[in-house]
C-alpha cells in the first residue's frame, strides 16, 4: 500500500476516536442520596366504654347500647370508663338508667347513670328541690291544651271559690290567682321526657320541682281549689337554659306569689273591686 494511503487511513483513524471521546463526555454524576423518612410511633391506646348509639334520659341500657372504641391516652379524663381499670365494665352497666343523654361515641361516665337500685326521679330532682305532683286534666284543658312537655316552665294558677264574696253578692263568685312561676316540668304522666318527636302530651297528673315552701303551697292550694298550669315561654328571661343534666336551683322569680291587695271580681260584666 502506498505510504500517502496509509497517512490517510491513520489521520482518519485518529479523528475518529477523537470524535468519539468528545461525543462521549464525562460519565453523568450519581444520584443524590435519597432522605430517610422516620415515622412517629403510633400513640398509645386504651379502650374507652362509650354509647354506641343515642341514649335519651330514662333509657334502660342494654348489650347493643354499649361497645368499647379506642382513645388516645392523653385524651383519657378521670371519668372515663377504661378496659384497663374495668375490664367488666360493659357487663356491669347493662340494666343503669340514663340519667342524662348520651351521644352516640360519647364515653360513659357513671355521674349520668342511676343504678337499679336507685329512684330515677331522685335522682334527676335537683338539690333541695321536691317532686310533687298535681292532678291535672288528662284532655289537656287545663294544661295548655296538652302542650306542657318534660323540662318545659310553667307558671301555676289556683282556681277558686270566694265564699265571702258570694254570700255578699248572692252568687256564685270564682276566682282565679298565680301561685307559682316559672317552675319546672318534671313529669307528665309517666312521661320524663319527649320522645319519637312527641309534639302533645297528656296524662292525669305533673310533676313539678320545688322548693318545701313551694310544695306547701302547691299541697294547700289542690285541697281547697282546682290548679291550671299556663306554659312559659322558650325565650322568657327566667327560663333555664339546661335543665337536662343538673339543673340549677329555681330562679328568684320562681317563688310563692303573694295575693294581690285587691282582686277584681266581674259578674254579669260588671268589675267591683274585693279585697281577699
Known sequence: MRPARLAVLGIALVAGCGAAFLMGGDPPPPPPPTARVVEAPPAPMTDVLVAAADAPMGQVLQPADLRWQSWPNAAISSGFVTRTN????????????????????????????????????????PAGMRAVAIVTDSR???????????????????????????????????????????????????LIQEKNGTNVVTGETATLALNPAQAETITLA???????????????????????????????????????????????????????
Not at 356491669?92 to 340514663?98: D, F, K, L, P, Y
Not at 258570694?166 to 317552675?183: E, H, K, Y
Open 86 to 125: 374495668s375490664p367488666k365494665a360493659l357487663e356491669e352497666t347493662v340494666g343503669a338508667t340514663v340519667r342524662a343523654p348520651f351521644l352516640a361515641g360519647e364515653p360513659i361516665r357513671a355521674q349520668k347513670l342511676v343504678r337499679p337500685e336507685s329512684g330515677f326521679m331522685a335522682a334527676i330532682l
Open 140 to 190: 289537656g284543658t287545663n294544661s295548655a291544651g296538652g302542650f306542657i312537655l318534660p323540662n318545659d316552665r310553667v307558671d301555676v294558677i289556683r282556681t277558686y271559690r270566694d265564699d265571702a264574696a258570694s254570700r255578699a253578692s248572692g252568687g256564685d263568685v270564682q276566682l282565679a290567682q298565680t301561685i307559682l312561676t316559672d317552675v319546672r316540668v318534671l313529669a307528665v304522666g309517666q
Open 222 to 276: 289542690q285541697k281547697v281549689g282546682s290548679l291550671s298550669l299556663s306554659l312559659r315561654s322558650l325565650a322568657d328571661s327566667g327560663r333555664a337554659v339546661d335543665t337536662t343534666t343538673t339543673a340549677p336551683a329555681e330562679t328568684p322569680e320562681a317563688q310563692v306569689q303573694a295575693p294581690d291587695p285587691a282582686l277584681t271580681i266581674v259578674r254579669f260584666g260588671v268589675a267591683r273591686q274585693q279585697t281577699p
